[in-house]
């Protein structure tokens, strides 16, 4: 039994206030101290790899969701097996998720539920986990009717918008049409005209901070501030260093898109 934080605790307790109060209480904050109570806590989103496994399944399924599965939707998926430089066990277990996510009567709402849980509300996480399976969701182009029917219900349990998954497609090169993947351009993320403003980088930048053309200057502002704090690297933890460098490759894609609205503007 660990007894050292009460005995400090009870003799700084008496030092301080030189009456036996001062032994209790202190003794008090000691015991808290000998249990953990007051020690820093990681942040809690359960074992570093976790995620794999139901992530990969939900790959699988949404694969699977038109009734195929493409060579281009396996080759993403390889992809991202490298990306997230996955050792052999994993890779393995990585494959064995995404059959066993193709088979019929497999378990959706488990693994969005398990990909929820280590998440744990946070949504810098969330768009972590939407941003590694953009690749294989878009793989054979626009998003069919099933697809975009899990999706959504992925981004209803992580908290995360439409709006916000829109962005989050635009920032990888994806037009994203609001309402469905048979809705006309007009109502693509970004407004009217947005595809004329990608420029090289083959972004719209309204697009890449989820705002119409219209938008004002404060709005801009507002969409640039909440979306660079959404996917700051620094605050992500202890995730693998894969997922990292996307963030960061996000964070930049982020500011860059603002710059150029910035010059197209004419504001800083």
């Not at 488990?110 to 998440?119: K, P, Q, T």
Request: net charge positive.
């Amino acid at each position: 039994m660990n007894i050292a934080g009460k005995l400090i605790g009870a003799l700084v307790g008496y030092l301080l206030f030189r009456h036996p109060f001062g032994i209790v209480l202190g003794g008090f904050f000691g015991h808290l101290w000998d249990i953990g109570a007051l020690r820093a806590q990681p942040l809690r989103q359960g074992p570093q790899n976790s995620f794999i496994a139901p992530l990969f399944a939900l790959a699988g399924a949404i694969a699977k969701s038109d009734g195929r599965v493409s060579e281009q939707e396996i080759a993403a998926t390889e992809n991202l097996m490298s990306r997230m430089q996955l050792g052999a066990d994993q890779r393995a277990s990585a494959i064995d998720r995404f059959n066993a996510g193709k088979q019929p009567g497999f378990e959706v709402h488990a693994a969005i539920a398990d990909l929820r849980s280590w998440a744990s509300g946070r949504r810098d996480l969330a768009f972590l986990l939407l941003d590694m399976l953009l690749d294989v969701v878009y793989a054979e182009g626009p998003l069919a009717p099933n697809k975009f029917v899990l999706v959504r219900k992925l981004c209803r349990e992580l908290g995360v918008h439409e709006r916000e998954l829109a962005a989050l497609a635009a920032m990888r090169g994806y037009a994203y049409a609001a309402g469905g993947p048979h809705a006309g351009s007009d109502h693509a993320y970004g407004g009217h005209g947005a595809a004329r403003d990608q420029g090289t980088t083959g972004r719209d930048p309204y697009a890449v901070l989820g705002l119409s053309r219209d938008a004002n200057e404060r709005e801009i502002k507002r969409a640039y501030r909440k979306l660079i704090s959404q996917h700051h690297p620094d605050k992500l933890g202890d995730v693998p260093a894969e997922l990292k460098r996307r963030a960061e490759e996000r964070a930049r894609e982020i500011n860059a898109a603002y710059e150029r609205i910035q010059a197209q503007r004419g504001f800083h």
